[in-house]
């Protein structure tokens, strides 16, 4: 690991969506940390959304932005296909690297940029938000007050605001497997991330889905069969659900509101007790992943002691196997 750790870690981000707005909210809010740089592939985007979050310096060569002596570690929120080839190249470059969930489009990527944070002495962490809040270690706290687990029902299904500009025969690169893409990848790791941190690697995997015209999946399941119990997570990209997920267990259950935020953790006693097991959490819950990535890159670690590089293989390994069977090849697969 790199020994020239700065007082103030320095970032540049990729990518100038909503969710990096969200992150550089978390990073103002953060200790130990500060945005400097935004690279965008034109001027005018970069300079619009620099001038929007106060980043001083933008970017549009990729190249010039990981060469900058200027930044430490870098944020990578571009489209799922390029996440490997970018933190990989920032990295070689010195960096430090949070990438945005999916870590990358399938396992070789993701193994490959593991290595290459080894070789380099750098910090490689994936952005999974879900598995740092104050709630989730609520959850992972009360499991044994469950007795023994008998199901896992999560749940994420949200309308995509480019679903009707699909349905209307137009372009969209919400919905395009050339960027690796689709309702699993971008929005289900949000059940199977936390079913792999609570449980860990599955002994089998079977997954169905709705696929749409343009080649990738607009709605599914997947279902994971454990020693005694079974994970059942849906996810799509076509409808919406209020449902919770919840935790089944034969002394009682935890019901979770809204698991990509975990926003309300209730356990249920068998006798149908109720007890409220939530925890005072920022409204931005990206504060947290900061924080830990902070903290894992002064303390010299390559890796989270939270996103460790064996959750994220064995989440992509998931969606890998649940790709395979629902019949969806990213062209990143081929290569």
């Not at 929120?77 to 190249?89: F, K, R, V």
């Not at 395009?176 to 929005?187: A, C």
């Amino acid at each position: 690991m790199k020994t020239d750790i700065p007082n103030m870690i320095r970032l540049g981000v990729i990518g100038t969506g909503k969710i990096t707005g969200r992150l550089l909210e978390a990073v103002k809010e953060s200790e130990g940390i500060e945005a400097v740089a935004v690279y965008s592939r034109t001027e005018e985007k970069g300079r619009a959304f620099a001038d929007e979050y106060d980043i001083p310096k933008v970017f549009t060569s990729l190249e010039a932005f990981g060469q900058s002596r200027e930044i430490d570690a870098v944020y990578v929120a571009s489209p799922n296909a390029m996440h490997a080839q970018q933190a990989e190249a920032m990295m070689r470059a010195g960096k430090h690297v949070l990438c945005e969930k999916p870590f990358a489009s399938n396992t070789k990527e993701v193994r490959s940029m593991i290595q290459t944070a080894k070789e380099c002495g750098v910090t490689l962490m994936e952005a999974m938000m879900t598995t740092h809040t104050p709630n989730f270690e609520a959850i992972r706290q009360n499991l044994p007050r469950l007795g023994k687990i008998r199901r896992f029902s999560a749940n994420f299904c949200q309308y995509s605001s480019r679903y009707d500009s699909h349905k209307a025969g137009q372009y969209t690169n919400t919905f395009d497997p050339t960027l690796s893409n689709g309702s699993l990848v971008d929005i289900g790791v949000y059940c199977v991330a936390p079913c792999v941190h609570l449980f860990g690697q599955p002994e089998s995997v079977y997954a169905q889905a709705q696929m749409l015209s343009t080649g990738v999946d607009g709605m599914g399941t997947v279902c994971l069969r454990y020693d005694g119990f079974e994970a059942v997570l849906t996810h799509s990209k076509m409808h919406n659900s209020t449902l919770p997920s919840e935790i089944q267990g034969e002394e009682g259950s935890i019901i979770i509101e809204r698991i990509s935020l975990t926003e309300r953790i209730l356990f249920v006693g068998r006798d149908g007790s109720e007890e409220d097991l939530s925890v005072p959490q920022h409204v931005n819950r990206m504060r947290y992943e900061v924080a830990d990535f902070v903290k894992t890159i002064n303390e010299g670690r390559t890796e989270s002691s939270v996103n460790t590089f064996e959750r994220s293989l064995q989440t992509i390994g998931i969606m890998d196997e649940a790709r395979k069977q629902i019949g969806l090849v990213f062209p990143a697969d081929k290569k």
